[in-house]
């Protein structure tokens, strides 16, 4: 019988609070500590859910949609949206709150792809996802279309770096 899991079963919520050193010379979040809270909870959420290691295979464009200031609360989200036969697709919603007024911000909406591995590092399946709300089933149904684009993408990029190879081209 071929292992299901919901969406809930892989969600990974992360809150923290934005310090000083965790900020730019403008007193906003850096873009680089930010992308790597978000791989680093779509890790967990893909691992939850499949209950494998798992490697990042893929990060759709971070858009920075509002700052994030210093002393604000920075509150990330994460769970499971599509599955393939070892992939799976992570959401990752980035929310920010002015601890001092209540004002909350969508800051960053990200998805991201994660390949489970067994012991060998080669892929292995994952189990089926079962999306349950409207909101799952929607991401669930363009997931697809998502994941393709992923792949050419990818081919894309791997034509690219042959055309330039390893050495500097100037």
Same mark, same amino acid.
């Given at each position: 019988?071929?292992? &299901?899991?919901?969406?809930?079963?892989?969600?990974?919520?992360?809150?923290?609070?934005?310090?000083?050193?965790?900020?730019?010379?403008?007193?906003?979040?850096? $873009?680089?500590?930010?992308? !790597?809270?978000?791989?680093?909870?779509? !890790?967990?959420?893909?691992?939850?859910?499949?209950?494998?290691?798992?490697?990042?295979?893929?990060?759709?464009?971070?858009?920075?949609?509002?700052?994030?200031?210093? $002393? =604000?609360?920075?509150?990330?989200?994460?769970?499971?949206?599509? &599955?393939?036969?070892?992939?799976?697709?992570?959401?990752?919603?980035?929310?920010?709150?002015?601890?001092?007024?209540?004002?909350?911000?969508?800051?960053?909406?990200?998805?991201?792809?994660?390949?489970?591995?067994?012991?060998? $590092?080669?892929?292995?399946?994952?189990?089926?996802?079962?999306?349950?709300?409207? &909101?799952?089933? =929607?991401?669930?149904?363009?997931?697809?279309?998502?994941?393709?684009?992923?792949?050419?993408?990818?081919?894309?990029?791997?034509?690219?770096?042959? &055309?330039? $190879?390893?050495?500097?081209?100037?």
């Amino acid at each position: 019988m071929e292992e &299901t899991k919901f969406s809930r079963d892989s969600l990974v919520i992360k809150t923290s609070i934005v310090l000083p050193p965790d900020t730019n010379n403008h007193g906003t979040m850096f $873009g680089g500590k930010l992308m !790597a809270y978000i791989d680093d909870v779509a !890790a967990i959420s893909a691992m939850r859910h499949s209950r494998k290691m798992v490697v990042t295979a893929s990060t759709d464009s971070v858009d920075f949609l509002h700052p994030i200031y210093k $002393g =604000n609360s920075v509150c990330l989200e994460a769970f499971v949206t599509y &599955t393939g036969r070892s992939s799976m697709e992570i959401m990752v919603k980035v929310i920010a709150e002015d601890l001092l007024t209540g004002v909350r911000n969508i800051c960053a909406i990200s998805f991201l792809t994660f390949v489970a591995i067994d012991e060998n $590092g080669k892929p292995t399946p994952v189990p089926r996802l079962i999306p349950r709300t409207e &909101t799952e089933k =929607n991401l669930f149904e363009t997931g697809k279309a998502r994941a393709e684009a992923r792949k050419k993408r990818r081919k894309d990029t791997e034509q690219i770096a042959q &055309t330039f $190879g390893a050495e500097m081209p100037w």
